[in-house]
């Protein structure tokens, strides 16, 4: 077995806490008492796969720390958007079927992805932004992304979501993938934040070319989560792929300077909130 995923599994999270682990680009898994919960797991090579001699080549700086196939233990999986690396066409299936119990979330535009990769419509919910879903113990609310576009469609709402889990008395956010926009930061700060997962690895004119998406700069995330009262913030979404990347010192020097706290995290490593109940 896999010694993350054994790790993961045999991990012991007492109520009142979470226990979270960082599994590159985008993906985490958050534990409570009661719930393994996947968010964005690109547990794969597709990305590289697909781009392989291309101009827009997304070459591996680090691997997955499990592989999809290692995911026997979900009880929720998270999708923001239906990007290859958050919403894995390679992963998903494997981990619906070694995940049997598991259920999927997902905004109402990928729903068609997620049945083409076999998932049956039982098992997924959909969200399309400014929305909500109880799941048990579990709130999961909705927030527009402004991944450089809205997109947002005139009957399955916004694409690219932003999520705030709600859970053992902590509230967990989760940016996706997003830039700023006007009254994104009223939304999120409606809510209490005690951990606020958010990209850095910006936008540039090269990468528009090759049709990359942007997302927040690191003076833009350290600005988003001071302004939300973030209670501990993680960045996240770099050090994947060569070609969309960014520097995690800037962030951490940025976040320094305005006194925000922050944890830089290693793929594969774990931390519990509170901390002292780890």
């Known amino acids: 077995m896999n010694q993350l995923a054994q790790e993961i599994a045999n991990a012991e999270v007492v109520p009142g806490s979470l226990r979270i682990w960082w599994i590159g680009q985008a993906g985490f898994v958050v534990k409570s008492s009661r719930l393994i919960i996947y968010i964005d797991p690109y547990l794969s090579d597709y990305c590289e796969r697909i781009t392989r001699g291309r101009p827009n080549e997304h070459v591996l700086i680090t691997r997955p720390p499990l592989a999809p196939r290692d995911v026997d233990h979900a009880d929720l999986v998270l999708c923001t958007h239906d990007h290859e690396d958050h919403l894995d066409p390679d992963g998903i299936p494997v981990i619906a079927g070694c995940s049997p119990r598991a259920r999927f979330v997902v ?19 959909t969200l399309a932004g400014d929305d909500h879903l109880s799941a048990g113990d579990l709130e999961v609310y909705a927030l527009p992304a402004m991944h450089e576009t809205f997109n947002q469609h005139p009957e399955n709402g916004f694409p690219y979501l932003s999520y705030l889990l709600k859970l053992e008395g902590i509230s967990l956010f989760h940016a996706g993938d997003t830039i700023p926009y006007d009254g994104q930061i009223e939304r999120a700060a409606a809510h209490r934040i005690d951990l606020a997962l958010v990209p850095i690895n910006g936008r540039d004119d090269f990468r528009r070319g090759l049709a990359i998406e942007g997302n927040f700069t690191s003076a833009e995330a350290v600005a988003f989560a001071a302004a939300v009262r973030a209670g501990l913030t993680i960045p996240m979404h770099y050090d994947k792929f060569t070609i969309n990347t960014a520097d995690v010192n800037e962030f951490g020097r940025l976040a320094r300077k305005c006194g925000l706290s922050h944890r830089v995290m290693h793929v594969g490593q774990s931390l519990s909130h509170p901390e002292d109940t780890r």
């Open 107 to 125: 905004p109402r535009c990928a729903l068609e992805t997620m049945l083409r990769l076999g998932v049956s419509r039982e098992r997924i919910y």
